[in-house]
C-alpha cells in the first residue's frame, strides 16, 4: 500500500515540478499528449501486471507488438477487419505457445519468454523482409490517429482497457486467481485452482493486449515495422514495479501500474520540454527503475523476517 | 456407515518405498488419531488420499465407491478437505480470500460473474466466531500470529462442511489455549457426524480426542486399535522401539 502511495506521490511531484519549470507543461494538450502517448506501454503494462502477479514474466512483449503487426499487415494489406483479427490471432498464438510450456511443461518464464522474444521479433523480419509496410487501410489509421466524441481513439482504449481489467483484478476469480498463483502455487494447487491453465491464460491475456498496442502503433504510425516495439519489455517492467506489484508475485494493483505508467511518460514529457538529451532521460528512468526493486525487495525482506 | 477405505496402498519415490501397502477403514463420525516418527510417511498417505500426490499402488474408496480420479478438485468436492502441515494459505492475501481459496461465492451482474465478497466475509466472520478465533476478516494473513493462521487453515477446510477432515499436526504451532480450541472443534465435528483424521506428534492430544489410533513406521502400518485397547506408552513404545 505505501509502494502505492509513493508512485501517486511521485506523480503528483513531477507535474508540480515540471509546471513550475515548464510554462508548456501543465496544458491540456501536453497532457492528452502525454497520456496518448503512454497509451501503448500503458496497455502492455496492464497485461504485465497481470503476469507479473503470477511471479512470472513477459520479455517477449514487444516482439509480439512487432511481429503481430507485421504479419497481419503482410497477409492483408488492405483489409482492416482481416488485419485486426490476424494481429490478434498472431499475437494469440505466441501467447499459447509461451503460456503452454510455462504453465504446462514448467519451464521458466525468464527463458521461455526469452526465447520467443527472440524468434517472434525474427518472424517479424522475416515476413517483412525486414523493409516497413507503409500505407495501412483506412481503418487501422483510425484505430491509432481517429477520434470519437472529440476524444482521440487510443485513449479511448487505453482508459477503457485500464478500467475493465481494474475491475477483473478487484471482483473476479481471474483477478484473485493469479495473485493466489503467485503468492503461494502449491497452496492454490491444492485449493483446486488449475495453476496452467491459469498461467497458460495470462500469457494470452498479455499478448491480446500487445495486439491491441500493435494496432494502435500501426495505426499512428501508418507502418508495419518490424523493429517496433523495442525494449518495450523493460518500459512495462518498469512501470509495473514501480506501481507497486511484487515482482515476486502475489500482490498486483492495475492503478498502480498505470500510475507508473504516467510517472515514465510525465518525466519523459517534462525533460523533452527542457531539452534533456535522451541518453539523460534512460539514465534517470533507470534510476527511478532500481529505486523502485530496492523498494520492493526491502518490503519482500521485511515480510520475510515476519514469516521466519 | 463407511467414509473411507484405503485398500494396499504404496507410493514410491523413484526407488524409495515411503507408503507399503497400507490398509485402514472409517466409519462415519469416527476421529483416527494417525501417529509416527518423522517420515513414517503419515502426511504423505494424506496427501495421497487428497489427490495432492499420486498413488504408485493400491485403490481408494469414499462412500463405498472407488475413487478413479484422485486430484484435489475432485477430493475437495466430494468432501474431503485437508489442513496441512504447511499451511494451505496465500499469506499476501485476506483471511477471507483465504478461507475460499479455490471455492469462491459468485454473483452474476448483466456482463459476467463477480465475486460475491460481502457474503464470503461475512461467513468467514462466522466461522471464525465458531472456532473462537477474535480477527477480522478483511485482514491480511501475513500480519497475524503462527496460531491464528492455524485458525484460518482449518476454518478453510470447514466452510465446505466436509464428511472427512485432515489435519495434519494442526496444534503444532498452537498455544495452549488455542490448542484446547482446536480439540473442542475436532470433538463438536465428531457430533455432527464429520469423520477425522488427526496426526500429530503430542500424543496427550491424539489420546484426548480421537477413537482410534493408527501407527505407521518406515511406511508400514503397525498398529491399529480402538483407543480403550492401546495406551500413550504402547504407540511411543513401538514408535521408538
Known amino acids: ?308 | 456407515m463407511q467414509i473411507l477405505e484405503v485398500k494396499n496402498l504404496s507410493k514410491k519415490y523413484e526407488n524409495n518405498l515411503v507408503l507399503n501397502n497400507v490398509s485402514f477403514k472409517i466409519k462415519e463420525g469416527e476421529i483416527i488419531g494417525l501417529v509416527g516418527d518423522n517420515g513414517a510417511g503419515k502426511s504423505t498417505l494424506m496427501k495421497c488420499i487428497t489427490g495432492s500426490e499420486k498413488l504408485s499402488d493400491g485403490k481408494i474408496y469414499f462412500k463405498e465407491e472407488e475413487l478413479k480420479e484422485i486430484s484435489p478438485i475432485v477430493t475437495r468436492d466430494i468432501g474431503i478437505s485437508m489442513v496441512y502441515q504447511h499451511l494451505n494459505i496465500c499469506k499476501q492475501q485476506t483471511i477471507w480470500e483465504n478461507i475460499y481459496l479455490g471455492r469462491e461465492l459468485e454473483i452474476s451482474n448483466k456482463f459476467l460473474k463477480v465475486l460475491n465478497k460481502t457474503s464470503m466475509i461475512e461467513q468467514t466472520s462466522k466461522t471464525l466466531k465458531n472456532l473462537h478465533v477474535n480477527i477480522k476478516p478483511t485482514e491480511i494473513v501475513n500480519n497475524l500470529s503462527g496460531g491464528q493462521q492455524q485458525s484460518v487453515a482449518i476454518a478453510q477446510a470447514l466452510i465446505t462442511e466436509p464428511s472427512l477432515l485432515i489435519l495434519d499436526e494442526p496444534t503444532s504451532a498452537l498455544s495452549l489455549k488455542e490448542t484446547a480450541s482446536v480439540i473442542n472443534t475436532i470433538k463438536k465435528l465428531k457430533n455432527i457426524g464429520v469423520s477425522v483424521i488427526v496426526i500429530s506428534h503430542r500424543l496427550s492430544d491424539i489420546f484426548e480426542v480421537s477413537d482410534r489410533i493408527i501407527t505407521l513406521k518406515y511406511g508400514k502400518k503397525i498398529l491399529d486399535k480402538k483407543k480403550e485397547n492401546t495406551s500413550i506408552e504402547e504407540v511411543t513404545k513401538l514408535i521408538i522401539g
Open chain 1, 1 to 308: 500500500m505505501n509502494q502505492r502511495i509513493n508512485i501517486y506521490l511521485l506523480l503528483l511531484l513531477l507535474i508540480i515540478l515540471f509546471s513550475i519549470i515548464s510554462p508548456y507543461f501543465f496544458t491540456y494538450q501536453n497532457f492528452a499528449n502525454i497520456i496518448l502517448s503512454s497509451s501503448i506501454i500503458g496497455i502492455i503494462a496492464i497485461g504485465m501486471s497481470f503476469v507479473i502477479a503470477t511471479a512470472g514474466i513477459d520479455l517477449s512483449v514487444g516482439s509480439i507488438v512487432a511481429f503481430s503487426s507485421c504479419f497481419s499487415a503482410v497477409l492483408f494489406p488492405e483489409n482492416s477487419f482481416l488485419i485486426i483479427v490476424v494481429c490478434f490471432l498472431s499475437a494469440c498464438i505466441v501467447g499459447v505457445i509461451n503460456g503452454y510450456i510455462i504453465g504446462y511443461k514448467k519451464y521458466p518464464a525468464f527463458i521461455v519468454t526469452l526465447a520467443l522474444m527472440s524468434i517472434a521479433r525474427g518472424f517479424g523480419y522475416i515476413v517483412t523482409d525486414g523493409m516497413p509496410i507503409y500505407g495501412l487501410p483506412s481503418g487501422i489509421k483510425f484505430i491509432g490517429q481517429g477520434h470519437l466524441l472529440g476524444i482521440q481513439f487510443p485513449i479511448i482504449l487505453f482508459v477503457s482497457i485500464f478500467i475493465s481489467f481494474n475491475y477483473i483484478k478487484n471482483n473476479t476469480k481471474l483477478g484473485r486467481y493469479f495473485a493466489y498463483i503467485g503468492d503461494n502455487e502449491r497452496a492454490s494447487f491444492n485449493a483446486g485452482i488449475n495453476v496452467s491453465k491459469y498461467k497458460l491464460v495470462v500469457y494470452v491475456i498479455s499478448a491480446l493486449l500487445c495486439g491491441i498496442a500493435g494496432l494502435i502503433m500501426m495505426g499512428r504510425m501508418n507502418t508495419a515495422d518490424p523493429s517496433a516495439g523495442l525494449m518495450y519489455e523493460m518500459s512495462a517492467i518498469t512501470a509495473t514495479i514501480l506501481g507497486g506489484t511484487s515482482l515476486f508475485g502475489g500482490k498486483y494493483t492495475v492503478t498502480g501500474t498505470i500510475a507508473g505508467v504516467l510517472v515514465i511518460g510525465v518525466l519523459q514529457n517534462g525533460l523533452n520540454l527542457l531539452n534533456v538529451p535522451v541518453y539523460y532521460q534512460q539514465v534517470i528512468i533507470g534510476i527511478i527503475l532500481i529505486l523502485g526493486v530496492v523498494s520492493n525487495k526491502s518490503k519482500s525482506n521485511a515480510n520475510a523476517d515476519i514469516r521466519s
